[in-house]
């Protein structure tokens, strides 16, 4: 593989005339700006996406309600950028649905809402409300059973997707490259060793090892992005020990021993950049087979945990509306999944063409 400037440019001037590839890498930007402000961009900004109004479960997108603000009990500190940007926004108010309202002296008199045709009529003191004591808030994509705003924790939830993904990668690359370097380099019995490693672990299904290792770990957050990258570094280290052993006869490879270069530095320094086009092209891939993984296990009950918005998880939370009044619940974050997972294999695929992994110029 050439790693030449002449080389790569070549290779983005072919990568960018792929419309397929193009259009995937500007989702898979537009998805990490997204994961990255998330709670800039959310309309419900606190912590998770977590605002519960149990009031207005399960309604339909395009949902409309007046709500007022009420100040909690405790003052609630404003965060710093940083903060924000890493945990989200504490409410300093409630928020209680209503009908109508009207203002009377000092105190703000309204209608709250229960339920279609249920209403109660309460008045809290000004001192009480929000300088602005009534917003109106629109559901774009509606509300799940719990009242949450299912855009919010879709676009929260985008962390857990990317982030899964770049784990699996720096974890199967990490281990994949070592052992497929060792084994492709050294030959012999260290390949024999490892190759039948690898075979060992090519041949138990990849969700039944990744329930193992999950049961193992535990759940929660750290241990489902652990248990996904431990299973797929199988394919990394197939596909380097093949390209390792294809490179290691070439002439450079030779003149690196004969200078008296150590088998570390002759593999890091010489091997590996060599044979990244391919090792970029399976890493794509995993990035999108680690997200259905996460979004699977999350659906089974075994990933991220709640509150923490995943895709998978707000799928199993909202599929019984599927045959019920509002499909949209469960039908947004599986929306989400299937066009990042193709955002990443249209470029993937339009990568591998413009890095001519087989060796065509």
Request: zero cysteines; proline letters at 5%.
């Amino acid at each position: 593989m050439n790693t030449s400037p002449s080389f790569q440019a070549a290779a983005w001037r072919r990568l960018r005339k792929n419309k397929g590839a193009v259009f995937g890498l500007l989702v898979i930007i537009l998805a990490v700006l997204t994961a990255l402000f998330a709670y800039f961009i959310a309309p419900d900004s606190s912590p998770y996406a977590n605002r519960i109004i149990l009031e207005i479960g399960g309604e339909q997108p395009g949902f409309s309600r007046d709500f007022v603000k009420l100040k909690k009990e405790k003052e609630v500190a404003p965060p710093g950028f940083f903060e924000q940007l890493a945990n989200g926004k504490e409410d300093k108010y409630y928020y209680i649905p209503i009908t109508r309202h009207e203002i009377k002296g000092d105190s703000i008199i309204v209608q709250k809402y229960i339920d279609e045709g249920l209403g109660e009529r309460v008045a809290f003191p000004l001192s009480q409300a929000a300088p602005v004591p009534v917003v109106r808030q629109r559901f774009i994509t509606g509300t799940d059973k719990y009242g949450r705003d299912i855009l919010s924790r879709i676009i929260v939830g985008t962390r857990v997707s990317l982030s899964v993904g770049l784990i699996t990668v720096i974890i199967s690359l990490s281990i994949g490259l070592l052992l497929g370097s060792l084994a492709g380099f050294y030959r012999g019995k260290v390949d024999e060793v490892i190759m039948w490693f690898i075979n060992v672990i090519w041949s138990i299904p990849t969700l039944l090892l990744v329930f193992a290792i999950t049961l193992a770990l535990g759940k929660g957050f750290w241990q489902v992005f652990i248990a996904v990258g431990l299973t797929m570094w199988v394919n990394v280290a197939r596909l380097v020990r093949g390209q390792v052993l294809a490179v290691r006869e070439l002439e450079y490879i030779e003149a690196t021993k004969a200078l008296g270069f150590s088998d570390l530095r002759t593999i890091v320094r010489h091997i590996w950049p060599n044979i990244m086009g391919p090792v970029m092209v399976i890493a794509a891939s995993n990035f999108a087979s680690a997200i259905v993984i996460e979004a699977g296990l999350s659906f089974l009950g075994v990933g991220v945990q709640p509150p923490m918005p995943s895709w998978g998880l707000m799928i199993k939370e909202n599929y019984n509306f599927i045959i019920t009044q509002n499909p949209m619940l469960a039908l947004a974050p599986g929306f989400a999944i299937m066009l990042l997972v193709l955002a990443f294999n249209l470029f993937g695929n339009g990568l591998r063409d413009a890095l001519n992994v087989k060796g065509r110029i």
